[in-house]
């Protein structure tokens, strides 16, 4: 059983940066496109980056304040995020790419001005 553990959230300022991690167990970590989500209050899920070896993806409206980066060897994917908004406050998933299993319990993102 796959099993995805997000942690690293909390209540940060704006302006501030985050670095958040997904553990990954049950599965073959190192050969998935691993990819991060958040979900906004009253807002459907969204894709934020994927990552595949070296090579990374983000999605358009993303670029720049978030990075995303693997350890294969420790099955955990990494997203940094700098210069926090208030609109990046909400539970941020990780989850294979593009389609998904089940998902973990995220991890939750404040942002204060």
């Known amino acids: 059983q796959v099993q995805f553990v997000e942690s690293g959230g909390g209540a940060v300022q704006q302006g501030g940066s985050l670095r958040l991690s997904c553990e990954v167990s049950?599965?073959?970590?190192?050969?998935?496109?691993m990819a991060w989500y958040r979900q906004a209050p009253g807002r459907q899920r969204e894709y934020i980056a994927r990552?595949?070896?070296?090579?990374?993806w983000y999605e358009d409206s993303m670029k720049g304040r978030f990075t995303i980066s693997r350890d294969n060897a420790k099955n955990t994917l990494y997203l940094q995020i700098h210069s926090l908004k208030s609109e990046d406050a909400g539970v941020y998933y990780c989850?294979?790419?593009?389609?998904?299993?089940?998902w973990g319990r995220g991890t939750q993102v404040t942002v204060s001005s």
């Open positions: 990552s595949y070896y070296e090579t990374e």
């Open positions: 989850n294979i790419w593009p389609d998904h299993l089940p």
């Open positions: 049950g599965g073959e970590f190192e050969s998935w496109v």
